[in-house]
């Protein structure tokens, strides 16, 4: 008679060390996915130092002022841009001239030397994307951007994944508006009925045959 | 002694069958994200002053933005401000320069050009009205002229509003003085009755 190599529980063992094994490869795979969602690696509401802490509470909801004022080539070319060191100083020579937060813009405006703003919005450089298209077949800022006019310090709303903008592309009808809404923070496109947006779809003609989720359109 | 040369049987080869993975692993660099060229608005470290936009060389001009004999361009003929509009005035013209004044001009202007803007109340900055008797009969070119190069504390807007649309908003600041003296007299019988006025 042969010696007994396993004990008696040996089966048991080995189902819950497989069943381990599974839920810890699973755990961990779970894990990593909510890591890549997470803001930790997306960065969606963390805001980021700035040379000076601009809001655009101040002045887009409580001073009211329009987007292109400071983002002048947003409905022209592909960038938004930003504010040139004049542009603040349009008003910042004659307002709040004595504010310490404001002195690395007067320098710069001394020295000729930019300000050095630290993007929020970076996609890679293997994406194609442009403003100027969004804006005038009636894509809102606030439809990407979030609603920035609330913001104190600027944070990204978006993680700008793929699968985001191809939601928009294959059903732009969810979140196209009239084109003189595109700066009104405050407009919600799902505040039209449906058939309003597809006729606005229809009218802006924007294509529906498949053509803005090729990949060329935007990995060119 | 010379050791013979070790034979790559098959199922030595399938024990490095792992090796090929690496490659898998080795193509998993981001330099495609971040490539060797220059996007608009990113930080040179070759450029002294840190831009990757370079300014245009001192003295030069872009092609096509210059012409002394054009009105459009430069709002003067022959040396005197522009009277005339050196585009033709449509209706849809003068809505867009409402959109270029709202978003530029009004901030400080004001909606109506009272000089009473939210940056003028919250600010405060003096800024003058629109409907002063100097300004309703200045020449048009006037307001090309100082949107192009500012006057005394308003800084220059032409690195933001183009020459077209610099017209456009001169257009709709001579709409907005003809809308604050408005004579009775020019409108039609119904609109007086709408008003109450015979």
């Not at chain 1, 993007?119 to 606030?142: E, M, Q, T, W």
């Not at chain 2, 070790?6 to 199922?11: C, F, H, I, M, T």
């Not at chain 2, 003929?77 to 005339?84: M, Q």
């Amino acid at each position: 008679m042969s010696a007994q190599i396993f004990p008696r529980n040996a089966n048991a063992i080995v189902w819950v060390s497989i069943l381990g094994l599974v839920l810890l490869v699973g755990g961990i795979v779970a894990a990593l996915v909510g890591l890549y969602l997470s803001p930790w690696f997306t960065d969606v509401g963390v805001p980021k130092a700035q040379p000076v802490p601009f809001s655009h509470k101040h002045h887009v909801d409580q001073l009211m002022i329009d987007c292109r004022y400071c983002h002048a080539t947003v409905e022209r070319a592909a960038h938004a841009g930003f504010p040139s060191t004049d542009t603040c100083m349009s008003c910042h020579s004659q307002v709040w001239t004595n504010s310490p937060l404001l002195q690395p813009v007067r320098d710069s405006y001394r020295t000729g030397d930019p300000v050095v703003w630290r993007r929020i919005y970076d996609l890679p450089d293997f994406v194609y994307f442009n403003h100027s298209v969004h804006v005038a077949k009636g894509i809102g800022c606030a439809s990407c951007h979030g609603r920035i006019d609330q913001q104190q310090l600027t944070a990204k709303a978006q993680p700008l994944f793929m699968g985001w903008c191809l939601g928009c592309h294959r059903n732009p009808e969810d979140n196209v508006r009239p084109r003189d809404e595109v700066f009104n923070m405050r407009f919600d496109p799902l505040t039209l009925p449906l058939e309003e947006r597809v006729k606005l779809v229809e009218s802006y003609q924007i294509p529906t045959d498949g053509r803005l989720t090729n990949c060329y359109t935007c990995h060119r | 002694m010379v050791q013979p040369a070790r034979k790559l049987n098959g199922s030595r080869l399938v024990r490095f069958a792992w090796l090929p993975l690496c490659l898998v692993l080795a193509a998993c660099h981001v330099d495609m994200y971040d490539q060797p060229r220059y996007q608009p608005n990113q930080v040179s470290t070759f450029f002294r002053d840190g831009r990757a936009m370079r300014p245009p060389v001192e003295n030069t001009v872009a092609i096509g933005s210059f012409d002394p004999d054009s009105a459009l361009l430069t709002g003067k003929v022959n040396g005197e401000l522009a009277s005339e509009l050196p585009v033709e005035l449509t209706a849809e013209l003068l809505e867009h320069g409402r959109t270029r004044y709202d978003a530029y001009c009004a901030p400080c202007h004001g909606i109506a050009g009272d000089g009473n803007g939210v940056i003028a109340y919250r600010g405060p900055l003096q800024v003058p009205s629109l409907h002063q008797d100097r300004l309703r009969t200045v020449a048009i070119g006037y307001f090309f002229e100082v949107i192009t190069n500012g006057v005394n504390r308003m800084y220059s807007y032409a690195n933001r509003i183009p020459p077209e649309d610099r017209w456009a908003v001169a257009a709709y600041v001579r709409a907005l003085q003809l809308s604050q003296y408005a004579d009775v007299n020019d409108l039609s019988a119904e609109e007086r009755q709408q008003l109450g006025v015979k």
